[in-house]
């Protein structure tokens, strides 16, 4: 069974960025969607951001929308997440996740999780 493991994350000022990098062992998932979710404190995961498996087709949740971006690189089994122009709202745990077939923004849909990274943005 594979494994995501997601690095990058960190403290930054408001308007900064990060990039967050989830690269996947023991299964390529070359050929699964990747997504992003993220949980902040008090709050229900919510869905960041989906990409397909070849990286032609990519979905952001309207909050995000402009500012990050996420992208994949299937030869190094690895799946990013561009963030720029960070708000305090940006704070939460970022996780990785990987399906079979197209992306969604259904959590549940996703059969294999990261253990996440921790984002803070201050004011």
Known sequence: QGQLVESGGGSVQAGGSLRLSCQASGHTYSSFAKAWFRRAPGKEREFVAAISWSGDSDYY??????????????????????MDSLKPEDTAVYYCAAKAYGPSMIGDQYAAWGQGTQVTVSS
């Open 61 to 82: 949740a309207d909050s995000v929308k402009g500012r990050f971006t996420i992208f994949r690189d299937n030869a190094k089994n690895t799946v990013y997440l561009q």
